[in-house]
């Protein structure tokens, strides 16, 4: 008996990529007996039911795949071959070898999480580390190595980010801003080695912790009001607004003419205003940690 496997480079293996009815290996059968004990019965056992044999004319017999292979879920089948002849008592030879499943690129990269979230302060280092994700890739070889990239967006932050290629580690790449964009979120592409590449997408959602990082501002250096008279207390003759919104942005506002009151009371005693004449209110505006 002897057995020829069909694989390029003649070991036993096959790909898991095969479809059902692919050869695997030729066997030939030669008994030197004569007359009926010359006829020899061929059979296979073991695989589980993946291979199987058949012959035209019971001299070479070949042994095919019969369903379908995933190496990531078995990657070796033992199979063992015998022949038996015609004879009293009968004899019988058998060969028995194990067959290895090569792999394919049938498996995407995945990633631990689909999403990812993490909070960082507004104002860090360029380099300072942001968070690690990852992917595994069931496939072996080059087909299971990922590689990490920040997909480029028109409205994505990834400018904002850098990512090791390797280890999926993170980093900020330049300066923040929470007043430009509060929550920056960049996409992760893990793609692997394989031919043709296989790849799948995680988010991963960056919320920045505001610091104090901006003076007011006022929309104009100078404001010029009218009002009559014994108007009542309380009353509102000019608005101010300030800029940036921030948690930091709470304003207290106080009066250069008399800086001991507060601005916002000269308009809820129960003072009356009793002259015309114009005056000039210089206004001072100051945040929890600055005064301008």
């Not at 695997?24 to 004990?37: K, L, N, Q």
């Not at 060969?95 to 993490?118: C, E, G, K, W």
């Not at 003419?257 to 209110?281: G, K, M, W, Y």
Request: charged share 25%; hydrophobic share 35%; proline share 7%.
């Amino acid at each position: 008996m002897t057995i020829i496997f069909l694989s390029e480079d003649g070991s036993p293996r096959i790909s898991e990529g095969a479809q059902a009815g692919q050869y695997v290996a030729r066997i030939s059968v030669t008994d030197p007996d004569y007359g009926e004990y010359a006829n020899v019965n061929v059979s296979l056992e073991g695989g589980d039911g993946k291979f199987a044999l058949t012959t035209k004319d019971s001299i070479i017999y070949l042994i095919y795949v019969d369903q379908v292979l995933d190496r990531e879920e078995r990657d070796s089948y033992d199979l063992r071959v015998m022949a038996t002849d015609s004879g009293t008592p009968p004899l019988r030879a058998e060969s028995s070898f194990t067959i290895q499943v090569t792999d394919v690129n049938d498996n995407p990269p995945l990633f631990d999480q689909q999403a990812y979230r993490q909070t960082i302060p507004e104002v860090v280092y360029p380099g300072s580390f942001v968070l690690q994700v990852t992917a595994r890739d069931k496939d072996q070889g080059p087909n299971g190595d990922v590689r990490y990239t920040l997909l480029k967006g028109k409205n994505s932050h990834s400018d904002w980010f850098s990512i090791d290629k390797v280890t999926g580690i993170i980093t900020t790449a330049t300066a923040l801003d929470f007043e430009s964009e509060p929550a920056p979120s960049v996409t992760v592409v893990a793609t692997d080695n394989g031919r043709p590449p296989l790849s799948s997408t995680a988010k991963v959602d960056i919320v920045l912790q505001d610091v104090n990082d901006n003076t007011p501002v006022f929309p104009s250096n100078f404001y010029n009001a009218s009002i009559k008279e014994n108007t009542p207390a309380g009353t509102c003759f000019l608005e101010l607004f300030k800029r940036p919104c921030s948690p930091y942005g709470d304003f207290i506002l106080t009066s250069r003419l008399r800086p001991n009151l507060a601005l916002h009371e000269l308009f809820l005693t129960d003072r009356r205003i009793v002259s015309p004449t114009e005056q000039t209110l210089w206004v001072v505006g100051r945040n929890k940690n600055t005064r301008v």
